[in-house]
């Protein structure tokens, strides 16, 4: 085989493994029409679900609720894409860079003999210097790493959206439940005062007063209704479904937590610090900016270029060998250097911030709960004395010492009494809610749990991810076609 056709088979070789475009195209109708049909019902989601629920699936619950979101919803498929755009990125950084071949012939017009071609053709074999590709890889797993943590805690993040709307669904529907028996006690109120008045046991006004309370009864009842819609919409967007594929399901809406007796405020703080993924994620981002400072450092030392070369001289064999590398006469990359170093600063300036902002909601979080705890007693303890004067008006009226509308008069607070509760209970949830998000953490899972560092975590081979750690699913383990 000649020269030109080694040549040209190692040119057709390097075109094989070349990579082509593949065109994917989006088409908004279909996207539109395949979101509109997810359903509970899938059977990737079924398979799911039952592959990582660690209890018998017996209703739509927050666990369960919770994996579906972990499975449809858009928050994740783009901290997905996120991470797997800089897992790619490891890759590139690892990459050496290419030799270069230049191909020069040339042409004697004087002499012919014994030819006068001159073909020439010269290599440029580049030599990173000064550990540059050791420094660029290590800030691509950095980057990467905190991709994945920014996944973790997309991943929290949707578990709350979850968890919060379950909250306000129960709220809707039991204040819904309240406000009916409420609007039946202030309709009975009304016909008993029209009685009343048409025997001149009532005044005129008292009616007036009674058929406005009803009407007022019977708008929050309608506008209860609209919020049970309402909060059935936003679990369906914290789920990542059209509301549609929740018609027709039974949601149990029970987180199942109570508010602690005693709160952990010290471990609860450390756990925060140690193990949020939003701070781990920042501590990956300033560690790839140390890597990307000391990139640019290295980058003061010029890399070599090795360049050996062949001319065919008219019968002559001639080598060359030559050695390229870049003088720093004008500049020692100072400029890049300075960048990085603002870079870095910048880096750790929002990690310091960003766990001040941590510790100031765990604050805001465990006051919540304080006074939420304080709240929701008090409102118990009026539940129980105006249940105490029902029992004793009951009993009073069946002896026939107060009338039915005396009775009616004293279960009307008592229901205002239970929607108080209600909205009690609601706020305890919600503060429950808010200091599991400052900690990342469900409150079952930290109370009591010692406080372990990541690099500990990782020593033990736990997942620094929390709520794929709660759930036991796997961060790419969710395959759902597109």
């Known amino acids: 085989m000649n020269r030109s056709s080694t040549a040209c088979a190692v040119l057709l070789a390097c075109l094989c493994g070349c990579a082509h475009f593949q065109p994917q195209p989006i088409n908004p109708d279909m996207a539109a029409s395949a979101f509109e049909a997810r359903s509970l019902s899938d059977a990737g989601l079924r398979q799911f679900v039952a592959t990582n629920l660690h209890h018998e699936f017996t209703a739509w619950d927050l666990p369960s609720l919770t994996l579906v979101a972990l499975y449809f919803h858009p928050d994740l498929d783009v901290a997905r894409a996120q991470w797997a755009v800089a897992v790619a990125g490891i890759r590139t950084a690892g990459e050496r860079p290419n030799p270069s071949i230049t191909l020069a012939p040339g042409f004697n017009t004087t002499t012919a003999t014994p030819t006068p071609w001159m073909p020439l053709a010269a290599f440029d074999i580049p030599i990173e210097t000064a550990g540059k590709r050791d420094y660029r890889l290590a800030q691509a797993q950095f980057t990467a790493e905190s991709a994945r943590l920014r996944l973790a805690a997309t991943a929290w993040q949707v578990r709350s959206r979850v968890r919060s709307s379950c909250v306000t669904l129960r709220a809707a529907r039991e204040s819904e439940a309240l406000l009916l028996q409420q609007q039946k006690l202030q309709d009975e109120n009304l016909r008993l005062l ?210 039915q509308v005396a009775l009616l008069a004293l279960r009307l607070p008592l229901a205002a009494a239970a929607l108080a509760q209600l909205d009690a209970q609601s706020q305890a949830q919600q503060a429950i809610g808010a200091l599991e998000d400052a900690v990342q953490l469900p409150l079952a899972s930290f109370q009591g749990l010692p406080a372990v560092s990541a690099v500990e975590r990782g020593k033990q081979g736990v997942p620094v991810s929390n709520v794929w750690e709660t759930v036991g699913v796997e961060m790419n383990s969710v395959k759902r076609a597109p």
Do not use: C
């Open 194 to 403: 029209e009685k009343q008045l048409a025997a001149g046991g009532a005044s005129a006004f008292d009616l007036t007063q009674a058929r406005i309370a009803a009407q007022g009864a019977q708008l929050a009842w309608r506008d209860a209704q609209r919020k049970n819609v309402e909060a059935l919409g936003q679990l369906a967007e914290a789920l990542g479904v059209p509301v549609g594929a929740l018609r027709g399901i039974t949601i149990s809406t029970a987180t199942g937590d109570r508010l602690p007796a005693a709160l952990p405020a010290g471990h609860a703080r450390r756990q925060a610090l140690l193990q949020r993924a939003d701070l781990l994620a920042a501590l990956a981002d300033y560690a790839a900016s140390q890597s990307a400072l000391q990139l640019e450092i290295a980058k003061q030392y010029p890399d070599l270029h090795l360049g050996p070369g062949y001319q065919y001289d008219q019968g002559d064999n001639k080598w060359t060998l030559g050695l390229t590398l870049t003088l720093p006469l004008l500049n020692r990359n100072q400029g890049a250097i300075g960048e990085a170093e603002a870079r870095r600063a910048e880096a750790a300036a929002k990690f310091g911030a960003l766990q001040a902002g941590v510790l100031a909601e765990l604050d805001r979080a465990l006051v919540g709960v304080t006074a939420a705890r304080e709240k929701l007693a008090d409102t118990e303890k009026m539940m129980q004395q105006l249940q105490q004067q029902e029992r004793a008006a009951q009993a009073m009226q069946a002896a026939g010492e107060i009338s």
